[in-house]
C-alpha cells in the first residue's frame, strides 16, 4: 500500500526531470530541395530524397557525374544552426562524398563555406554518420563536392535554434565553484572553465573524489537550451565520460537532466559533448559519476532570458569564417602548471622532426595573434587584407597556417588575394595542394594553382 504512494511519488517526480531533455527537432525535415543536376537514376523531386525521413542506406538524391556537384536544402528563414548529420549511402560507392563542404547562405545566392570535409570516408545508418558542428545563422544550406563525380546521400539533417534565440554564452566569465581543489589549481580555479580560452587543457582541476563537481552562477534565470563542454584534449579525456549535468533555480535543490552514455567527448578538435536542454535555471552543475579528478576545458551555456528581450536586437553579425573545428586560439595569461602525476598516453606515432633546412614556421601563439588581428580589422576585406600584411610581414608560415588565415574570408577573390600575399612566405610549398581545399568552385582552384605554381 504504502510503496503503490511511494512508487506513484516517485513518477510523479520522475515525469517533470524525463520531459527536460528535449529530442533536436530536424529542420530540413520535409523542406525544399534543389540539385546541381540529375542522373539517369533520378525520381521526379529527386532531392527532396534526402530530407524525406527515409534513411535506409540507399540514395536518396543522385546527381550526374560533374565537377563540384551540389545539393541544398532551403529551411524557409533563418536559423542558428548547431550541427548537421549526414547520412551517406551504404550499398555502394560512399567514398564519392569524402571531400565534402557545407555552405550556408541567408538568400540562396551569397554562399559563406562553413565547413570542409577532407576525409576519410563516412557512414550513414550504420551510426558513422557524419556529424558537422556548426554554430552560425543560415536559412540554405547546401553540401557540395571538392571533385568531379557524383553526389548522392541518403539523408541530410539539420539541427538548430529559431533565430531569435539568444546565442551568446551566458557562462562566459560569470561566478563559478568546485567540489574540490588539487595540486594544480589555479586561484579561483573554476573560472578556467568560463574564461573564453579553449586551447585542449584543463581550465579547472579537482581533486581525486567521489562525484566531483563544478558549477557556474549565471546571475540570473535563463531558459536553457544547450550547454556545450569542452574536454581537455592533451590527457586524460576519458575521466569525464561518467558525467551528467544538473540545473537548479537556487543552487540548493538539483535536478539532474542529462547522463553522458558514451565515451570520452572531444573539445577543441570540434567535438565537444553538445547537451541539449530545456528547462529554466540560474545554476549549472556538471558532475563526474565516479572515484575521479574531474577537469574540463571550457564550459558554455546558452539560452535566453525572456523572449521580450530579443525584439529590438540588432541583426547578428554574418559568420566568422574560422572553421568549427578549429576555435581560436589564445594563449593563456599563465601557463597551465605541469601536472607530474599525469603520464600522457604513448604517440602512436613518432613523429620525426625534419632537420631545418630553411625559415622556420611562426609559432602557433604568434599566429594567433595574427589572426586576431585580422578579426580586429573589422568586416571590410581591404582592412583585413591590409591587417594581414602589416602582421605577416618578414614571418613564415606552414600551408596549414594559411588555410586557416584563408578561411577567415568570405570571398574567393579575397581568399585568392591571401594565397597571392603568403605564398612566398610558405615554409612547406610542398603543402600547397592543401590550399585547394578551401575553395569551392573549379575555377578558383584553377587560379591557386596558378599562383602556388609561379
Ligand atoms: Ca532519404
Ligand atoms: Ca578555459
Known amino acids: 500500500m504504502f510503496s503503490h504512494i511511494r512508487t506513484a511519488v516517485f513518477l510523479a517526480l520522475l515525469v517533470p526531470l524525463a520531459a527536460q531533455a528535449a529530442p533536436p527537432v530536424n529542420l530540413a525535415l520535409g523542406k525544399h530541395c534543389e540539385q546541381s543536376s540529375r542522373s539517369q537514376w533520378s525520381k521526379p523531386n529527386d532531392a527532396q530524397g534526402a530530407?524525406?525521413?527515409?534513411?535506409n542506406g540507399g540514395f536518396g538524391f543522385h546527381t550526374n557525374k560533374e565537377q563540384s556537384p551540389w545539393w541544398q536544402v532551403d529551411l524557409g528563414?533563418?536559423?542558428?544552426?548547431t550541427d548537421l548529420a549526414i547520412y551517406n549511402r551504404l550499398d555502394c560507392c560512399a567514398e564519392r562524398a569524402q571531400h565534402l563542404t557545407v555552405l550556408l547562405s541567408d538568400d540562396g545566392a551569397q554562399w559563406q563555406e562553413a565547413y570542409v570535409h577532407r576525409g576519410p570516408v563516412f557512414g550513414g545508418k550504420d551510426g558513422k554518420e557524419l556529424r558537422v558542428p556548426l554554430r552560425r545563422p543560415g536559412r540554405f544550406v547546401r553540401l557540395q563536392l571538392a571533385d568531379n563525380q557524383y553526389f548522392h546521400l541518403d539523408e541530410v539533417e539539420v539541427f538548430g535554434l529559431p533565430e531569435s534565440h539568444d546565442a551568446e554564452n551566458l557562462a562566459l566569465n560569470k561566478a563559478t565553484s568546485t567540489s574540490s581543489r588539487s595540486q594544480w589549481s589555479k586561484?579561483?580555479?573554476?573560472?578556467g572553465a568560463v574564461d573564453g580560452v579553449i586551447n585542449g587543457k584543463f581550465g579547472f582541476h579537482t581533486s581525486q573524489q567521489a562525484d566531483p563537481w563544478w558549477q557556474v552562477d549565471l546571475g540570473d534565470a535563463y531558459d536553457l537550451s544547450e550547454i556545450v563542454a569542452f574536454n581537455r584534449l592533451d590527457c586524460c579525456a576519458e575521466r569525464a565520460q561518467h558525467l551528467v549535468a544538473l540545473l537548479s533555480t537556487d543552487g540548493q535543490a538539483w535536478e539532474e537532466v542529462y547522463a553522458h552514455q558514451g565515451g570520452a567527448f572531444g573539445g577543441k578538435d570540434g567535438n565537444p559533448l553538445h547537451i541539449?536542454?530545456?528547462?529554466r535555471a540560474r545554476y549549472v552543475r556538471l558532475q563526474l559519476r565516479d572515484n575521479q579528478f574531474f577537469h574540463l576545458d571550457e564550459v558554455?551555456?546558452?539560452?535566453?532570458r525572456r523572449r521580450s528581450a530579443q525584439w529590438n536586437q540588432p541583426p547578428a553579425q554574418p559568420a566568422e569564417m574560422i572553421p568549427p573545428s578549429r576555435p581560436p586560439e589564445e594563449t593563456p595569461t599563465t601557463p597551465a602548471p605541469v601536472e607530474p602525476a599525469v603520464i600522457p598516453p604513448a604517440p602512436r606515432q613518432v613523429e620525426v622532426a625534419p632537420a631545418p633546412t630553411g625559415p622556420v614556421a611562426i609559432s602557433e601563439a604568434d599566429f594567433a595573434a595574427i589572426l586576431k588581428a585580422i578579426k580586429a580589422a573589422g568586416s571590410f576585406s581591404d582592412n583585413k587584407l591590409g591587417?594581414?600584411?602589416t602582421a605577416a610581414s618578414g614571418r613564415f608560415f606552414t600551408a596549414d597556417q594559411v588555410g586557416r588565415v584563408v578561411?577567415?574570408?568570405t570571398f574567393s577573390p579575397d581568399k585568392i588575394e591571401v594565397v597571392k600575399t603568403l605564398k612566398s612566405s610558405m615554409v612547406d610549398p610542398q603543402n600547397g595542394f592543401k590550399l585547394l581545399q578551401r575553395f569551392t568552385f573549379s575555377d578558383d582552384k584553377k587560379k591557386v594553382e596558378a599562383i602556388l605554381h609561379q
Open 387 to 389: 591587417a594581414l600584411r
Open 300 to 304: 558554455q551555456v546558452f539560452g535566453e
Open 77 to 81: 528563414q533563418r536559423y542558428h544552426l
Open 407 to 409: 578561411g577567415m574570408f
Open 276 to 279: 541539449p536542454l530545456t528547462g
Open 51 to 55: 530530407v524525406d525521413g527515409v534513411r
Open 187 to 191: 586561484q579561483d580555479d573554476g573560472h
